[in-house]
């Protein structure tokens, strides 16, 4: 049994939060998949409120103190990310950019990604297509087919059935994912060498 390390980045600013209770639900249902197929988890959590003062001082000084550079550090050195946001003015929540600003913008190449959001409404429902999904294929990290996002509305009755199916649904995908690669590996980026033509890179694909 392979013991693989997800790390989950929650930026819900309240405690508690239905961006947490999110990320809590997808990370369960991911570990769970994983047993299902043989393999095991750990779960490291980030809460970036922790962190909002610290993200702010990097931005203007440059560096990151110890609790900022040990939350970076969990979710770079991951197998695999769990990212969950509240949706603000339509996007991601800046607290949630202002993190993966300050990530190395090759940190996070090959590494599996579960995308999900909160909001009050289904009006923001395809926040994570067209906001997270960019962000997160920019990092060149590998997002899962299925991001999950949960309205007001999808935690009780009825909706909150049809959330548990999407969470199960992202969370085999990612489990997956993991099951196809070692643990603590990642696909060598073949853009990240120089000396390779153009050409070559085409014939690759």
């Keep these: 049994m392979t013991t693989r390390t997800i790390a989950v980045v929650s930026a819900g600013l309240s405690n508690p939060s239905s961006t947490r209770l999110l990320a809590d639900r997808l990370a369960t249902a991911t570990v769970e998949a994983l047993r299902a197929r043989g393999d095991d988890a750990t779960v490291e959590v980030v809460e970036l409120r922790?962190?909002?003062?610290?993200?702010?001082d990097h931005l203007t000084s440059g560096f990151a103190n110890k609790s900022l550079q040990a939350a970076i550090d969990t979710v770079v050195g991951a197998?695999?990310?769990?990212?969950?946001t509240p949706v603000f003015s339509a996007s991601y929540s800046g607290l949630f950019k202002t993190f993966f600003d300050?990530?190395?913008?090759d940190a996070l190449i090959g590494t599996p990604v579960l995308l999900g959001a909160t909001?009050?409404?289904a009006r923001h429902s395809l926040v994570v297509e067209y906001a997270m999904r960019p962000l997160f294929a920019y990092l060149r990290a590998v997002p899962v087919p299925t991001g999950v996002f949960a309205a007001s509305e999808d935690w009780a009755g009825g909706g909150d059935t049809a959330l548990v199916g999407r969470v199960e649904r992202a969370a085999g995908e990612l489990a997956d994912v993991l099951l196809g690669r070692p643990a603590g590996?990642?696909?060598a980026d073949?853009?990240?060498d120089p000396t390779t033509s153009f050409e070559e890179l085409l014939k690759g694909s």
């Design 79 to 84: 197998d695999a990310v769990i990212a969950v």
């Design 102 to 105: 300050v990530v190395d913008k």
């Design 185 to 187: 590996t990642r696909p």
């Design 119 to 121: 909001a009050g409404t």
């Design 50 to 56: 922790e962190h909002a003062r610290d993200l702010a």
């Design 190 to 192: 073949p853009f990240a």
